[in-house]
């Protein structure tokens, strides 16, 4: 069946650094990729997304890139802000014609000032 | 994206009584949502599929009897926990899928959630 594997965390960087947060699929047919962030407290916020090979979907200085070839789709920032801060969820949907998503395990960043 | 509400936000009972989480859409028409529930510091576990006009999909392990979904417009869907007891306490989430443009992309659109504590 179809699953989501996400880098364990917790990730713990300093202001201005580089971040990565893995994630890689299983499927059966063409599923939509998505990053969601949660802020304590509250619920999940769509960060980017990506429909189909080779996207790639950016947001907030975020950028992921669906890669059929490797099945993955890891987050990647340049410069991470202390308000980035926050728990991280890969998600995928769609690939056997449904709606429902499945969520990797999640990866909590804490940024340092 | 589409908009979705839920309320309350937050919600303590007694042990034993029953309550109801309610999930809106907003601005479009949901034809199916999604209830998940979240403990501290883990992933969203699905609970069911509620779909608009007939009875809710639940997933393996899920008491249905306990967990009661009404889907009964395109904007509303409820979820009420019977009997809620201790362990029932969690961050329970909705989400929706819509008809048109906003079910694009296979995406879901998803409330701010519902923390819910049993005494």
């Known amino acids: 069946g179809n699953s989501v594997t996400q880098m364990e965390g917790p990730v713990t960087l300093s202001e201005e650094a580089f971040l990565t947060i893995n994630c890689t699929y299983t499927?059966?047919?063409?599923?939509?990729l998505f990053w969601y962030v949660q802020y304590p407290g509250e619920g999940l916020q769509l960060l980017l997304k990506a429909t189909k090979a080779d996207d790639k979907g950016s947001n907030k200085g975020f950028e992921a890139t669906y890669r059929k070839e490797t099945t993955s789709f890891h987050l990647e920032k340049g410069s991470v802000q202390v308000s980035d801060s926050a728990v991280y969820f890969c998600?995928?949907?769609?690939?056997?014609?449904?709606?429902?998503?499945?969520f990797g395990t999640g990866t909590r960043l804490k940024v340092l000032a | 994206g589409a908009v979705v509400s839920q309320h309350p936000s937050w919600v303590i009972c007694k042990s034993g009584t029953s309550v109801k989480i309610e999930c809106r859409s907003l601005d479009f028409q949901a034809t199916t949502m999604f209830w998940y529930r979240q403990f501290p510091k883990q992933s969203l576990m699905l609970m069911a599929t509620?779909?608009?006009?007939?009875?809710?999909?639940?997933e393996q392990g899920v008491e249905k009897d306990k967990f009661l979904i009404n889907h009964a417009s395109l904007t509303l869907s409820t979820l009420t926990v019977t009997s809620a007891h201790p362990e029932d306490s969690s961050f329970y989430i909705c989400s929706t899928v819509g008809s048109g443009g906003s079910a694009s992309y296979n995406e879901q659109f998803f409330g701010p959630g519902t923390r819910l504590t049993v005494l």
């Open positions: 998600a995928l949907s769609g690939g056997s014609g449904t709606y429902k998503y499945i």
């Open positions: 509620s779909n608009e006009g007939s009875k809710a999909t639940y």
């Open positions: 499927a059966t047919g063409y599923p939509s």
